[in-house]
């Protein structure tokens, strides 16, 4: 059973453009929200961050916005860069649970230019 | 960079042979954790540990097991190693809280 699912294995966006990438999650426990990226043999690198109690977190280019209601989150890329591109994991973690993550199964982001 | 070290880098071992992958961390982190990571099926949690002795099973920890005898090592071993068990496997780690998990480089480990 798949708790946080990634729907589109790939995008492909042009350089400049906005890069929109999914994730929805079933288990309401959930109260923590990160994304991670990852190049080719290296490690997942965190991006960013959403808590429960928030609706939106933006760091530079990258925005993060969470729809509890929904149980829908999604990570905003403005403008996208070749150098964004990677493969992104969306990450979910409920306090209790002894920290540990739960991840979806990867969006590969191909930003062309 | 979090201090984080995977060890080997990468393994070819034939089915049968017991494995221990090694992750070294020198933050001082609680949480340290195993992943593997599939195509098709993103990270999955396979064993993590929330202090020295202290362990717990993820969603995918059959045929594996760990151990935690100091704070900055965390071994996953295969006690009997199986081509579904070729992968690649991260280790992570964390401090106390909700917070990101830092990851190490990765183990790519070939069952023949």
């Known amino acids: 059973d798949q708790q946080v699912k990634q729907n589109s294995p790939s995008l492909s966006v042009q350089e400049g453009r906005i890069s929109i990438l999914n994730c929805d999650y079933t288990?309401?426990?959930?109260?923590?929200f990160l994304w991670y990226k990852k190049y080719p043999a290296e490690g997942p690198t965190f991006l960013i961050s959403?808590?429960?109690?928030?609706d939106k977190n933006e760091d530079g280019r990258f925005t993060v916005f969470l729809n509890k209601s929904a149980k829908h989150l999604s990570l905003h890329i403005v403008p996208s860069q070749p150098g964004d591109s990677a493969v992104y994991f969306c990450?979910?973690?409920?306090?209790?649970?002894?920290?540990?993550?739960?991840f979806g199964t990867g969006t590969q982001l191909k930003v062309e230019l | 960079d979090a201090g984080i070290t995977q060890s080997p880098r990468h393994k070819v071992t034939e089915t049968g042979t017991p494995v221990t992958l090694r992750c070294h961390q020198t933050?001082?982190?609680?949480?340290m954790y195993w992943y593997r990571q599939d195509p098709g099926h993103g990270l999955r949690l396979i064993h993590y540990?929330?202090?020295?002795?202290?362990?717990d099973k993820g969603e995918v920890s059959d045929g594996y097991s760990v151990s935690r005898s100091k704070t900055e090592d965390f071994l996953l071993t295969l006690e009997s190693a199986t081509s579904s068990q070729t992968s690649v496997y991260f280790c992570?780690?964390?401090?106390?809280?909700?917070?990101?998990?830092?990851f190490g480089q990765g183990t790519r480990l070939t069952v023949v």
């Open positions: 992570a780690i964390s401090p106390t809280g909700p917070t990101e998990a830092f």
């Open positions: 288990n309401s426990m959930f109260d923590y």
């Open positions: 959403i808590s429960s109690i928030k």
């Open positions: 990450a979910a973690t409920d306090a209790g649970g002894g920290n540990k993550l739960t």
């Open positions: 933050e001082n982190h609680r949480y």
């Open positions: 540990s929330y202090g020295v002795k202290d362990t």
